[in-house]
T-cell receptor
Framework: GDSVTQMEGPVTLSEEAFLTINCTYTATGYPSLFWYVQYPGEGLQLLLKATKADDKGSNKGFEATYRKETTSFHLEKGSVQVSDSAVYFCALSSGGTSYGKLTFGQGTILTVHP | ETGVTQTPRHLVMGMTNKKSLKCEQH?????MYWYKQSAKKPLELMFVYSLEERVENNSVPSRFSPECPNSSHLFLHLHTLQPEDSALYLC?????????????FGPGTRLTVT
């Protein structure tokens, strides 16, 4: 079945540091890939997405590229801010008749210090 | 109201109580979902409704009973819960677009079973 593996957290960085959160997946067919972010006390918000190989999703300075050859969708940001502190989830959707069912990774807690 | 709303935001109930969680989406979507988010566990998909019809039930105990009276509203009826059911319950909605779905989440209901 489908699965998503994220790097273990928590990740602690200083402000303006470079961020990478690794995500690899296993899926049948050609899934769509997503990064969601959850701020304290809130639900999940879609951060970015990519629907086919070599697509790059980007939003708010975050980027991730759909790499079919390595089955990866790593999240990057060049300079993090304290306000980026949150939990980040990688997810995939296999499409077809799955009605958009999302398979999530376990989440990575990011803490950014001033 | 915009997006996906959930009420109540917090709920404390005893094991013999009956309560309901409500979700409403204002996005014109045709699919809705219930997820359970427990500490230190990946998000678990509980139910999927497409066009008001339940299309997936992920082996959820019968003490959780979903209801989708129309495409904008989703309920989760709770009865005789166990302490391990304490969690954040998230509702989401989506619309198929070119074979891909993008889910939008509500803020969640924090449930505590005593």
């Amino acid at each position: 079945g489908d699965s998503v593996t994220q790097m273990e957290g928590p990740v602690t960085l200083s402000e303006e540091a470079f961020l990478t959160i690794n995500c690899t997946y296993t899926a049948t067919g050609y899934p769509s890939l997503f990064w969601y972010v959850q701020y304290p006390g809130e639900g999940l918000q879609l951060l970015l997405k990519a629907t086919k190989a070599d697509d790059k999703g980007s939003n708010k300075g975050f980027e991730a590229t759909y790499r079919k050859e390595t089955t990866s969708f790593h999240l990057e940001k060049g300079s993090v801010q304290v306000s980026d502190s949150a939990v980040y989830f990688c997810a995939l959707s296999s499409g077809g008749t799955s009605y958009g069912k999302l398979t999530f990774g376990q989440g990575t807690i990011l803490t950014v210090h001033p | 109201e915009t997006g996906v709303t959930q009420t109540p935001r917090h709920l404390v109930m005893g094991m013999t109580n009956k309560k309901s969680l409500k979700c409403e989406q204002h996005l014109g979507h045709n699919a809705m979902y219930w997820y359970k988010q427990s500490a230190k566990k990946p998000l678990e998909l509980m139910f999927v409704y497409s066009l008001e019809e339940r299309v997936e039930n992920n082996s959820v105990p019968s003490r959780f009973s979903p209801e989708c009276p129309n495409s904008s509203h989703l309920f989760l009826h709770l009865h005789t819960l166990q302490p391990e059911d304490s969690a954040l319950y998230l509702c989401a909605s989506s619309q198929e677009l070119a074979g891909a779905y993008e889910q939008y989440f509500g803020p969640g209901t924090r449930l505590t079973v005593t």
